[in-house]
């Protein structure tokens, strides 16, 4: 089951993102339950994997980090974290995601 973070750093990856990771616009999404024994070294993982799969993790094998949720890594890699319009969304999103509210 995914959260609204992970939706949300999609939706910014998808909207924001491709000057960053080219192809985005175009990729193929897909949603795990686990993570995969096989990584795809092309893949974006996002919101799955303890942080051993990139860097839009907010889950670790001693914990997940403070304040953090996979929306709040990706608007920070995008610059988006302090622009007027995110702000309240984002505070939103992490408290939806820190209080267990799936889709």
Not at 14 to 35: L, M
Not at 58 to 82: K, M
Request: glycine share 8%; with cysteine; aromatic share 12%.
């Amino acid at each position: 089951m995914f959260h609204l973070d992970e939706a949300f750093a999609i939706w910014m990856l998808i909207e924001y993102g491709s000057r960053i990771f080219q192809g985005i616009k175009n990729a193929r999404i897909r949603f795990v339950a686990d993570e995969p024994n096989q990584p795809d070294p092309q893949a974006l993982y996002i919101g799955i994997g303890d942080g051993r799969l990139g860097e839009f993790d907010e889950h670790r094998p001693d914990g997940r980090l403070q304040n953090c949720c996979a929306s709040l890594l990706v608007a920070q890699r995008l610059g988006l974290v302090n622009r007027d319009n995110f702000i309240s969304f984002l505070d939103e999103v992490l408290w939806c995601d820190t209080h267990q509210r799936p889709f």
